[in-house]
């Protein structure tokens, strides 16, 4: 059966790479603060040698919009392209091809129908920055096949917190159970509180740095009875109007389980709170 | 639904960078060659043949698009990372030359600071 070594949970930031790629005049203040930190997440993920990367993100209009906007979605491709133009345009992020895993993304596909999750699922899903950016951070050589699955964090009507929180743990019992002698990290990437487009947007903190620290201390101590009680649509939309990107995170704490994570840390950046996140399922190899 | 097409207009903008050159040069002209050539298409995959006739913009919304007017478009419920994206597309260079990083994107903000605090308009449709 597969192992699965490594539960990666992290906010995903589009600037990273152009911030930190910067020529030293034009580097903003925090840049070498902000590398040093993605560099040490990134060796949680090292120490765990993986084979397979399940990536969990969200498409932000890229591929998917209103006319047909998929609640849960996975890729079943041997490689896919990444980066859109507007991408590009806006965030400096590369274009990049990746190596899928098409028999992990059939057999994933399968037990999630089987375990009452109908996903949809793309044979042309081109890959937006939600999965990029973690790529860029915690595994810039994207050297590795992955197993991409969206959720739908960005157009309401959106599945509950447990919803999410049901998918993660039914996407653990699916990796446990991949006939395969190879190891399995699953990395998702989302947000804690953030404001696009709206009046709270790009001031010195994120919108609401009260529920940056509650949801940190939840995830970290793989509390999700409190997360269920305390954070709803209402309460993620009064934290910020995309502040939904917390739910892939709970999909994250669904994959690792109730329990509490083995490395955590986090940025107070401009206009958001970065978090860095990781759990070890079969104990830390570091 | 509308807000649909106004949606829809700014997501098949935003990814073209030809149209979206014609957007911010002139858009009047490009607003109405969208209503008649390209709004009509199937958002995705569509072609002449492909042809959807049930939506169509109101006065209101060609007006805030054709007057990049993003406080009016926030309003009347436009989804905030095309509204958001789409603007900086246009209007972010010019801004970071005169003023310096994120100060579009600031300014922004400003101009919907009479939002704070209270139930912004849905994006639901």
Known sequence: MARLTAVLATTHHPFYLKATTAPPEERMPQADEWKAKVEAYRETLTAAEPDILLMVGSDHFHQFFYDNYPTFLIGKQSKYDATFYNEEREFGIPKYVLDGDEDFSGFMLQGLMDRGFDFSVSHELKIDHSIICPIITTRPDADLPVVPIYTNIFAPPLPSPKRFYDLGRAIREIIDAYPTDKKVAAVGSGHLSLELGGPRQFHETGPDPEFDRNAIKWLSEGDIETILEQVTMESMTQSGNATHGFLDLILMLGIAGPEKAAYVDNLDLFHTMEMYMTWYPEGDPR | ?125
């Open chain 2, 1 to 125: 639904m509308s807000k649909y097409y106004v949606n829809k207009f700014l997501f098949t903008v935003d990814r073209d960078p030809e149209l979206l050159a014609q957007y911010k040069e002139n858009p009047k002209q490009l607003v109405a060659k969208w209503e008649k050539e390209i709004g009509p298409r199937l958002a995705q995959g569509g072609n002449n043949e492909e042809i959807t006739s049930v939506h169509s913009l109101t006065d209101d919304e060609r007006k805030a698009l054709v007057n990049h007017d993003y406080v009016a478009l926030f309003e009347m419920g436009a989804h905030f990372f095309l509204n958001l994206t789409i603007m900086i597309a246009l209007y972010d260079e010019e801004y970071v030359a005169k003023n310096g990083p994120l100060s579009f994107q600031r300014e922004m903000a400003q101009k919907l600071s009479h939002w704070k605090g209270k139930d912004y308009p849905s994006v639901q449709l």
